[in-house]
C-alpha cells in the first residue's frame, strides 16, 4: 500500500494517527492543512479538489519514501481530499513516526512542501458572491524554493525558449544507472528533459561508488533504479523522473523504447547492449549506445529513425561478453565513463535541440590517456541485404526468455544435462564445481569452435557469475544449436 | 616495403604495450598484417572477433592495403 492516499470523505486525524504509533518512535508529528474563509481578500466558502489522481498517488508515495529516508524518519502517512470541502475542513493531513522530534518535524515540512509543489492537484473557490475560480496555487514552487533556472542555455541561440520547450517536451529512456547512466542521467536532468525514465534491475554496490556519483553508501543495497530517480528528482524538481527496476530484456523492452523519444545505452554487457540496438532498430527510435574500458571508450549514434547503420554493422558476429573484460574485472577509472557518459547526454541533446555536429554513421573512439579522439565512418555493413532490423528479428527470435535458467548444479546433473563449464583453467583451479562429470572447455576455445554440440543432449554452460555463460548459449544458440543453456548468475548464485 | 601507421585500442593496446607504432611491412591486406601483428605481440584474439578501419572508415580484414596508410584494430568493449 502507498502511503499516499486520496479521500472523498471527511478526513478523521485520530484513526490515520494511531496505526503510526510504534515503541521505537520517541517523536510523532502532524500537519493539517484546512480550508480557510479568504483568499486574497475575498471571502471563500467551499473549495473543490481534484487531482490526476494515478499520477498524484504514485508521486505522493514517492514524497512520502523521499523525505523518510532523508530525514531519518521510521513511518509516514499523506492523506490529501478531494470533491467538495467546506471551510474548516481538514484538506490534506500527514503524520510521522520518527525516533526524536527533529526528525518528525523535518520530514513532515518536507512532504507538505513537495506535496503542494509537486503533485497534480488542482482547487477551485467559491466565492460568498456566488463567483468561483480555478487557484493553481497547489503546485506552484513552494515560496522557499527558487525555480530552476535554464537561463545560461537559453541564453544559447541554438537554444531559447522554443529549444527549452522541446527538452521540456522530451521523453529519454536510459537503460543502465552505472558509471555511464550516472553522468547521463546528471546533465539529461539538468538540461530540463521533461520526462526520464531509468531502467535498472541491479542493487547499489560498495565497489560502485568510486564512479557512480549518484550513490553513497546510505544507497548500498537499494535498487539502482529508485536511488538514482530519488538524486534526480531531487536536483531538478520540475522533471519527471520514473524508476523501473525490471531487466531491459523483459516482454516490455519494445514497447518502453518504442515509448521514449531517444534510448541511451548506459549497460555493461555485449548482451544488453545488443537487447537495446535491436529494440531501437525494432521501433525507429535513435539509440545513443557508449562503452567503456580502463581507460577508453566508445561512443555510438544509431539513427534508427533514419535507416542509419547499427551496433550489428560493427559487430555482426553478436555478443563476446568474457572476451574482454567488464569494468569488475578490468578495473576502471571513474572519469572515464563519466566523460563518456557525459558524450552520450551531449549526442541526446544534440538530437533533440537539432545542433550540428551529430555523431551520423560513426564511432568516435576516445582515449583519455593519451587524450586522443578518433572518428571513423561506420557505414552500414552492405552484406545486411535485409536490413538490420531482420538481423535484430531474427537475432530476437533466436533468443527465447528461457536462455537463463536458475538450478542447483546437482539437480541439473541429475535432469540429463551435459554441464560445461567455460571459465578459464585458473578459475576452475581455484573453485572446482560441485559436481562431477562436467567437461572444460574455456570460453575462449568454446567460440572457436570447440564444443562437439551432440544435437541429441541438452548442455548447460557454467561460469562465475552467468554473463560469459549467457553469451556463449547466445552464440551457440544463434549457430543452430537450441539445446543450450546458460546457468542464472553462476557459480556465484549457487553458493548462496 | 610499404609504411603504414598502427593504432591499438583496449586489449590490444595492452597486448602490444604500446597505442600506436609505425611499421614496414610487406602483408597486402589487415588479415595478413594482424597475422604478422600477432607473431610478433602475442594477441590473443582473433582477427573475426575485432574490427578494422582503413583511412578513418570501418572496413574489411580484405581491403588492399598501400603506403602510408593508417591502420586502427578494434577490439569490443562493454563496460559501462
Sequence with gaps: ?496 | MPRLTLHYYAVLREQAGRSSESVETGAATPAALYAELTARHRFRLAASQLQVAVNGAFSGFDQALKDGDEVVFIPPVAGG
Design chain 1, 1 to 496: 500500500m502507498s502511503d499516499f492516499a486520496f479521500s472523498k470523505g471527511r478526513i478523521d486525524p485520530a484513526s490515520l494517527a494511531a496505526p503510526l504509533e510504534r515503541e521505537d518512535a520517541g517523536g510523532f508529528a502532524s500537519f493539517e492543512g484546512r480550508v480557510r474563509n479568504h483568499h486574497e481578500g475575498r471571502a471563500v466558502t467551499a473549495l473543490d479538489y481534484e487531482a490526476f489522481e494515478a499520477l498524484a498517488v504514485a508521486e505522493g508515495g514517492r514524497i512520502v519514501a523521499d523525505a523518510l529516508r532523508r530525514h531519518g524518519a521510521l513511518e509516514a502517512r499523506c492523506v490529501h481530499r478531494l470533491g467538495r470541502l467546506s471551510v474548516g475542513e481538514v484538506a490534506v493531513w500527514i503524520g510521522v513516526s520518527a525516533p526524536h522530534r527533529a526528525e518528525a518535524f523535518a520530514a513532515c515540512r518536507a512532504i507538505i512542501d513537495a506535496v503542494k509543489h509537486r503533485l497534480p492537484i488542482w482547487k477551485k473557490e467559491h466565492y460568498s458572491d456566488g463567483d468561483s475560480g480555478w487557484v493553481n496555487c497547489e503546485h506552484a514552487p513552494a515560496a522557499t524554493e527558487p525555480a530552476f533556472d535554464y537561463s545560461r542555455q537559453l541564453a544559447l541561440p541554438e537554444v531559447g525558449a522554443e529549444g527549452q520547450a522541446g527538452l521540456a517536451a522530451a521523453r529519454v529512456l536510459v537503460v543502465g544507472a552505472g558509471g555511464l547512466g550516472c553522468a547521463v542521467l546528471t546533465s539529461l536532468g539538468g538540461a530540463g528533459v521533461g520526462e526520464i525514465t531509468v531502467m535498472d534491475h541491479d542493487r547499489v554496490a560498495a565497489s560502485n561508488l568510486h564512479r557512480q556519483p549518484l550513490f553513497g553508501p546510505a544507497d548500498v543495497g537499494r535498487p539502482k533504479a529508485e536511488a538514482a530517480a530519488a538524486r534526480i528528482r531531487d536536483y531538478n524538481p520540475s522533471i519527471v523522473v520514473h524508476a523501473v527496476t525490471e531487466r531491459f530484456d523483459d516482454s516490455t523492452a519494445d514497447a518502453r523504447v518504442a515509448a521514449a523519444d531517444i534510448v541511451v545505452d548506459c549497460t555493461d554487457n555485449f548482451a544488453a547492449k545488443f537487447r537495446v540496438n535491436d529494440a531501437a532498430m525494432r521501433a525507429g527510435v535513435p539509440a545513443v549506445l557508449a562503452s567503456v574500458y580502463q581507460y577508453e571508450g566508445q561512443l555510438q549514434v544509431v539513427r534508427a529513425d533514419r535507416g542509419g547503420s547499427c551496433l550489428r554493422c560493427q559487430w555482426p558476429e553478436a555478443a563476446r561478453d568474457g572476451l574482454v573484460g567488464n569494468c569488475e574485472q578490468a578495473g576502471v577509472l571513474g572519469p572515464v565513463p563519466a566523460v563518456l557518459g557525459q558524450l552520450q547526454a551531449m549526442e541526446v541533446l544534440k538530437l533533440l535541440l537539432g545542433l550540428q555536429g551529430q555523431l551520423g554513421n560513426e564511432v568516435l573512439l576516445v582515449d583519455l590517456l593519451a587524450l586522443g579522439q578518433r572518428r571513423l565512418a561506420a557505414p552500414r555493413d552492405p552484406r545486411c541485404a535485409g536490413g538490420c532490423i531482420r538481423v535484430a528479428n531474427a537475432a530476437a527470435a533466436t533468443a527465447p526468455e528461457s536462455l537463463d535458467v536458475a538450478m542447483p548444479l546437482e539437480a541439473a546433473a541429475a535432469a540429463g544435462y551435459r554441464i560445461v563449464d567455460i571459465r578459464e583453467p585458473m578459475e576452475c583451479a581455484f573453485e572446482p564445481l560441485p559436481v562431477s562429470g562436467q567437461e572444460s572447455l574455456p570460453l575462449g576455445r568454446l567460440l572457436e569452435g570447440g564444443l562437439a554440440v551432440d544435437p541429441g543432449r541438452r548442455y548447460l554452460l557454467v561460469c562465475a557469475h552467468g554473463v560469459r555463460s549467457h553469451a556463449a548459449a547466445e552464440f551457440l544458440r544463434a549457430r543452430g544449436h537450441p539445446n543450450v543453456w546458460s546457468l542464472e548468475g553462476g557459480l556465484a548464485a549457487q553458493a548462496r
